[in-house]
């Protein structure tokens, strides 16, 4: 049985692994009822965008086409949004030419940077290929000069019993020998380090070379996308202002013009509509919001569950003495918000009808309840409460 304290709830190891399976169940079923709203919130979307496209697709050309004859303060208010539409294209342009001018700066440091690598390669070509050359020369006058102390040797062995008499001769042969074989063998392993050393600035090179390569091709693809946008924007400046602007100002008004024909009428539906699409449009994000934050703490939550369930498993098997963990009033609040916005998210219709209040409802008691830093504290408080009560087991 939970005994209440000051602090919170003390229970025991088992109760607190019962607890947190609990809380694990109306998490996963605040989950679910969100879900179902969020899908309804979704169908209901569509069903209104379609609408909301069909007079958006009436009025957009009707308003470019009689923009002149529509009525003054309607006007003002397409001229007041086109005029915003521009300054932030012009601003685009102008962050377009510095973008520009980098990147062709970009392009010429990777023309540059290839063009020094290549030079470096070459220079040291050179130099290598000369050292290769010069200890290939050596290794051919070191053979040359084994064979004349070979030749000498056998000499000084002619004829029968001649290596009594030329014993000084022969020693002086051997010990020639021996010494030029050693140096052969330097000079064999310098050959072999200074081609090595040309395989390594190739590779080098090579690596270089492919990654500036990359950089540049990718420094001449956003260039050349940059330019593009930045000529098309730049000709078209005053025609994309305009058709920004109608486009912006429909789709953000909300109050249609004072006019007696079909367009007065289809603007008067859009602006409805427009509201409409809006509330929708936050009920979605808030609901989005709710069940990205929820489900992250449910999977921490079933995690720490699980590691509950272990340690109660550990008690049982190893007949450990009875604990108990303190469930704070802090943490207890946390875990009574998912079956309170469950209980609030049953009822479909309510949210599908007020979008914004359901919006208001979620992120009360989630978004703006758990911040990151409370999420923080509720994890390490259940976790101190356990290490706190395991350490009796020492």
Same mark, same amino acid.
């Not at 994000?285 to 720490?304: D, H, M, P, W």
């Given at each position: ?7 919170? %709830? ?31 919130? +979704? ?21 470019? $086409?009689? +923009? ?26 102008? !962050? ?28 040291? *070509? ?5 050292? !290769?050359?010069?200890?290939? +020369? ?7 000069? %084994?064979?004349?102390?070979?030749? &000498? ?43 090595? *050393? ?37 000709? *078209?400046?005053? !025609? ?51 069940? @990205?934050?929820?489900?992250?703490? @449910?999977? @921490? ?28 009033? !802090? ?35 989630? *978004?703006?309840?758990? $911040? ?17 009560? &395991?350490?009796?087991?020492?």
């Amino acid at each position: 049985m939970a005994v209440q304290n000051g602090q919170g %709830y003390v229970l025991t190891l088992r109760e607190f692994d019962r607890y947190l399976k609990d809380k694990n169940r109306e998490l996963d079923q605040c989950v679910s009822e969100v879900s179902e709203v969020q899908e309804r919130l +979704r169908a209901e979307f569509q069903r209104e965008l379609e609408a909301w496209q069909g007079l958006f697709g009436y009025c957009y050309p009707q308003v470019v $086409t009689r +923009r002149p004859e529509l009525p003054a303060d309607f006007g003002a208010y397409l001229d007041r949004i086109e005029a915003e539409e521009r300054a932030k294209l012009e601003g685009e342009v102008a !962050e377009l030419s510095e973008q520009l001018a980098a990147g062709r700066e970009a392009i010429d440091r990777g023309t540059l940077s290839a063009q020094e690598a290549t030079r470096a390669l070459r220079a040291a *070509n050179p130099g290598l290929d000369a050292q !290769e050359e010069a200890l290939k +020369r050596t290794i051919v006058r070191l053979q040359d000069e %084994y064979t004349e102390a070979y030749q &000498t040797l056998q000499e000084a062995r002619q004829p029968l019993f001649g290596w009594l008499a030329n014993a000084s001769a022969i020693r002086k042969a051997r010990r020639s020998q021996a010494e030029i074989k050693k140096k052969q063998a330097e000079a064999i392993a310098k050959l072999r380090q200074v081609r090595q *050393n040309w395989l390594t600035a190739v590779q080098e090179t090579s690596e270089t070379q492919s990654k500036l390569r990359e950089q540049w091709q990718q420094a001449t693809i956003d260039t050349a996308e940059r330019q593009a946008r930045y000529d098309y924007v730049r000709n *078209n400046l005053a !025609e994309l202002a305009a058709q920004q602007g109608v486009q912006r100002a429909l789709s953000e008004m909300t109050d249609g013009p004072s006019m007696d024909d079909e367009l007065g009428s289809k603007l008067g539906e859009l602006a409805e509509h427009n509201a409409i699409r809006a509330r929708f449009e936050e009920g979605l994000a808030a609901t989005s919001e709710c069940l @990205g934050l929820v489900r992250g703490i @449910g999977t @921490g939550l079933a995690k720490f569950s699980e590691s509950v369930s272990q340690v109660l498993g550990e008690q049982k098997r190893y007949g450990l003495k009875e604990i108990q963990i303190v469930v704070t009033k !802090e943490v207890a609040a946390v875990n009574q918000t998912w079956a309170a916005l469950a209980e609030k998210a049953t009822d479909e219709e309510r949210a599908v009808g007020s979008p914004l209040e359901f919006a208001r409802i979620a992120r009360t008691y989630v *978004n703006e309840r758990l $911040t990151p830093q409370a999420i923080e504290r509720f994890f390490e408080t259940m976790g101190d409460a356990l290490n706190l009560a &395991t350490k009796t087991w020492n």
